[in-house]
């Protein structure tokens, strides 16, 4: 209990300016930050600190300090402390020339599973959504002594202790999104400018950018790019480079799993496209880079041209080499139109859900999943600054989806 002070007390006053001394000390030596309480008489084990700043989140390990004052020697085992109601299963520092109390805020701690999860829990209700309230906040705080609370104020003016907490810092959250979306932003330049979001080219003469978009693919992607940002923004608001839980592992080896084993099913069919490849090949185009510059000459007016005179196109083996020669390139390129149209992407979303006869439901499930999901991963993180535990229904859940995808792909043409 800490009791009201009277400076025109000798003893008290000499030790009321000790008491600042050592605190005046502790401020250039420590990165200490406490809590106000009223100046008066002098207890045993009464909190005693004048210093309002902030105290700083816990990705720069911020300390709470406070001084007890009183006679008796501390022990830092029967310290207990409570933030918000929480109960903080660290022990602290003690400075006992100074009975300096030095509590350290960092996230996730605590000797067992049950403690480290009562931590994070209490971290994510005081750091989460940092957007929905102020940036600095007033938290109160409770300290136990061998079990019995250690009051502050007076016995008719009690105080309630508390500090400031600044829940995130402007700087390092711009650059956890900067990061974030730089490698978003990656992903979707990649996977539009080449093959690596597509399926593979069965034949050489379509462009990696023309083909189609491949779901498997898709959703793998996506679950990186969710982790790598979720990751990236809690250890930006709270400094936990262990925010990574089994549950995002078993994510990324279903979404892994689904695409590998998807490019498999692809590479067993029989397809047609040795043949589309050899008549492609037969009218002088063979290779993606003669389909670009077929494309390019139709697009500037030069469709009348036959297209013997840009293109080498072989002799026809029963001699119809005349017939060869009367060839457009309008119809050199509606003939290549014809010829890959299985091949081409037809749209992001038509070639997620479609297959060679149109729409499916299980293309369609699996693409609603992963979007459902993959809110619902986002708001999570943003609220509780935790990887989301789905649980194992939901997780048994994306890995039926994903079979029954690769289940259906199977016959797919």
């Known amino acids: 209990m800490l009791a009201s002070r009277h400076p025109e007390h000798g003893n008290d006053a000499m030790r009321h300016a000790m008491a600042y001394a050592v605190l005046l000390l502790a401020a250039f030596l420590l990165p200490a930050h406490g809590m106000r309480a009223e100046t008066g008489k002098a207890t045993r084990l009464s909190i005693f600190s004048d210093d309002w700043t902030c105290v700083y989140p816990p990705a720069l390990e911020g300390n709470l300090c406070f001084t007890l004052n009183g006679t008796e020697n501390l022990d830092e085992t029967r310290l207990k402390l409570k933030i918000d109601g929480a109960p903080v299963d660290m022990t602290p520092r003690i400075i006992e020339s100074s009975r300096l109390v030095v509590f350290p805020l960092l996230f996730g701690v605590g000797n067992n599973d049950d403690a480290q999860n009562l931590n994070r829990e209490m971290w994510s209700r005081l750091l989460g959504s940092p957007f929905a309230a102020a940036q600095v906040i007033t938290v109160p705080f409770d300290v136990e002594y061998a079990g019995r609370s250690i009051m502050a104020g007076s016995e008719e003016e009690p105080l309630a202790p508390s500090f400031r907490l600044l829940r995130y810092e402007d700087e390092w959250m711009l650059f956890g999104f900067g990061a974030a979306l730089a490698v978003i ?15 593979r080219s069965p034949v050489p003469q379509v462009a990696a950018a023309d083909l189609p978009f491949c779901l498997g693919k898709l959703q793998m992607s996506v679950w990186f790019c969710l982790i790598f940002a979720a990751f990236v923004f809690i250890w930006a608001v709270t400094g936990q480079l262990k925010s990574l ?12 799993g689904t695409s590998l084993a998807a490019v498999m099913v692809d590479q067993g069919k029989q397809s047609p496209a040795a043949d589309v490849e050899a008549s492609l090949s037969a009218m002088g185009i063979r290779d993606a880079h003669d389909a670009a510059r077929l494309k390019v000459l139709v697009r500037s007016g030069k469709g009348g041209h036959e297209a013997g005179r840009h293109f080498d196109i072989p002799p026809a083996e029963d001699g119809g080499q005349a017939e060869a020669a009367g060839i457009t ?10 010829l890959t ?3 081409r992407s037809k749209g992001f979303v038509r070639d997620l859900i479609n297959d060679a006869t149109g729409a499916t439901v299980h293309r369609f499930q699996m693409l609603a999943w992963t979007a459902i999901l993959g809110v619902i ?3 999570r993180v943003y609220w509780d600054l935790q990887m989301p535990q789905f649980g194992t229904n939901l997780l048994a859940l994306m890995g039926i989806s994903g079979g029954i995808y690769l289940g259906f792909k199977v016959p797919e043409r």
């Open 185 to 199: 932003a990656c992903v979707l330049y990649i996977g539009l400018r080449s093959s690596a979001l597509r399926n």
């Open 377 to 379: 991963y986002i708001f």
């Open 329 to 338: 390139l309008s119809d050199l390129h509606r003939r290549y139109l014809s």
């Open 245 to 256: 839980n089994p549950e995002t592992f078993i994510l990324l080896g279903i979404s892994a």
């Open 341 to 343: 149209e299985p091949y």
